[in-house]
Nanobody, 120 residues
Framework: QVQLVESGGDLVQPGGSLRLSCAAS????????MGWFRRAPGKERELVAT???????NYADSVKGRFAISRDNAKNTVYLQMNSLKPEDTAAYYC??????????????WGQGTQVTVSS
């Protein structure tokens, strides 16, 4: 059983910063790509940022220059540093991981989400 647990969501004023963390645990051979997604009120889930095992990153246009994704492979953890937060960043944020469970088994796992609210 593999679990992803997010933390770090909070209520923050516009222009503020937060750092989200997502730690994977369980029977894991290795973790390949990891990412962050979000679901805002009235909208579908959208991709925020992804990072490969070797550190190559991709970002949604709406967060480029403000957010930074990183990972610590030794801790099976992915982070999302969020700066210059805007009200439109308000959403439930979910982490995602592509996990190698065995030599012939690769699965995708999702966390339960952490709420980020940007408001004055």
């Amino acid at each position: 059983q593999v679990q992803l647990v997010e933390s770090g969501g909070d209520l923050v004023q516009p222009g503020g910063s937060l750092r989200l963390s997502c730690a994977a645990s369980g029977t894991i051979f290795s973790i390949n790509d990891m990412g962050w997604f979000r679901r805002a009120p009235g909208k579908e889930r959208e991709l925020v940022a992804t990072i490969t095992r070797l550190g190559s990153t991709n970002y949604a246009d709406s967060v480029k220059g403000r957010f930074a994704i990183s990972r610590d492979n030794a801790k099976n953890t992915v982070y999302l540093q969020m700066n210059s937060l805007k009200p439109e960043d308000t959403a439930a944020y979910y982490c995602n991981a592509v996990v190698t469970l065995a030599t012939t088994q690769i699965s995708v796992f999702w966390g339960q989400g952490t709420q980020v609210t940007v408001s004055s």
